[in-house]
């Protein structure tokens, strides 16, 4: 949620599954189990009677930014509130416009860990927008390791239309310098091949023949939990997604458009750049791209080829690297030594899925 949409009046959101109700008090937002133990009325239909708390529409439970009931309002002022009177309080953080929320267990992580530099850093000039898309998550992170299937998918459309795309070409997979996430970058192959028995691929256009004097380059990074970033190389411009899931078959996405920017005209420029380019040949037609196949996409059996070495080594890295999973190594651990039970979650695939991260709201 951007923190300018969280005011007086909370707003109810679902994310990983869990339905949480936003609120501010004194000016900071708060976040809390959306659901209230009394009846079961979302909090999110109440309002604020006294600081730093929420109360229920229906009766008046009132609830402090902790979640603890410290109110029951139509019992009156000596009702015994029993301490299991409580909903769960999720840490909020506000940075960069955004409200940050922590849905994992346990002491939540600095803010700096988790979100990347680019979006906290006062050196970039940032455009973002919020986008929901109708699937899950892992199918759309997975989209953003795959990044050949640009060289295809997207190949007409008007920010590929005017570069040399090559036909086809091969993906070196590394670790990010810091560790958090996979780099992704292309080996060109030939700009068009024989394809025995069947011809030519691709028919280069006239228009393209004429234009495309440009190599097609780009880097792109996709980091725990969530982040996707594709670098233009020469431009210093990024467009960065952060992919929270709502549910199971929803995912919010806030793309950003970033570059380092001195000065006023520089930063008319990129205004300009944005407006007239990034928000419609980027934010709408191929993004809207990669909505497309996400949500049409049947994410179930696979044959895995050549190009999905960005896909197998993401898996294995969130496999290895996801925060839920090195708790349950610690637990793991510690049932070998019989002190404690573990637990994993792996779905067929092989990845694992964490809660334990910040989420754009
Ligand atoms: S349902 Fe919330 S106070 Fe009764
Ligand atoms: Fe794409």
Redesign the pocket.
């Known amino acids: 949620m951007f923190s300018k949409d969280l005011r007086a009046k909370p707003v109810a959101e679902r994310l990983l599954g869990d339905d949480v109700v936003f609120f501010r008090a004194n000016g900071r937002a708060f976040a809390l189990a959306n659901r209230?133990?009394?009846?079961?009325?979302p909090?999110s239909l109440?309002k604020s009677h006294f600081p730093r708390t929420l109360?229920?529409?229906?009766?008046?439970?009132t609830f402090d930014v902790t979640g603890q009931c410290v109110g029951?309002l139509?019992e009156g002022p000596d009702a015994v509130i029993p301490r299991k009177a409580r909903v769960r309080s999720y840490p909020v953080e506000e940075r960069a416009g955004l409200i940050w929320v922590y849905m994992g267990e346990g002491d939540a992580p600095p803010v700096e860990e988790d979100v990347p530099e680019l979006l906290l850093s006062p050196e970039m000039t940032r455009i973002t927008k919020r986008v929901d898309w109708k699937s899950n998550w892992r199918p759309i992170v997975e989209n953003f390791v795959d990044p050949l299937h640009a060289l295809y998918l997207h190949r007409g459309t008007p920010l590929m239309s005017s570069v040399r795309v090559p036909g086809s070409a091969k993906l070196r997979v590394t670790k990010t310098a810091d560790g958090k996430g996979v780099h992704l970058e292309y080996l060109y192959g030939p700009m068009e091949a024989e394809y025995p028995g069947l011809g030519k691929y691709p028919r280069i256009s006239v228009l393209r023949r004429l234009l495309g004097r440009k190599e097609y380059r780009f880097y792109a990074e996709v980091r725990m939990p969530g982040y996707t970033t594709v670098k233009l190389p020469e431009e210093d411009l990024f467009f960065l997604q952060c992919w929270a899931p709502i549910d199971e078959n929803r995912t919010r996405n806030f793309y950003t458009t970033a570059k380092g920017v001195s000065g006023l005209r520089q930063l008319l420029l990129f205004r300009l750049f944005y407006f007239l380019i990034a928000s419609w040949a980027t934010d709408i037609i191929l993004l809207g791209q990669d909505q497309w196949m996400c949500e049409s996409q049947d994410y179930g059996e696979e044959q895995l080829s050549s190009t999905d070495v960005g896909v197998i080594g993401w898996r294995n890295f969130a496999r290895q690297n996801a925060r839920g999973r090195l708790q349950d190594r610690v637990q793991g651990e510690r049932l070998k030594t019989g002190s404690e039970n573990g637990s994993r979650k792996e779905n067929e695939n092989g990845a694992c899925e964490s809660s334990s991260h910040r989420r754009a709201t």
């Open positions: 209230c133990p009394h009846r079961g009325t909090l109440g109360s229920c529409a229906y009766h008046g439970w029951a139509l």
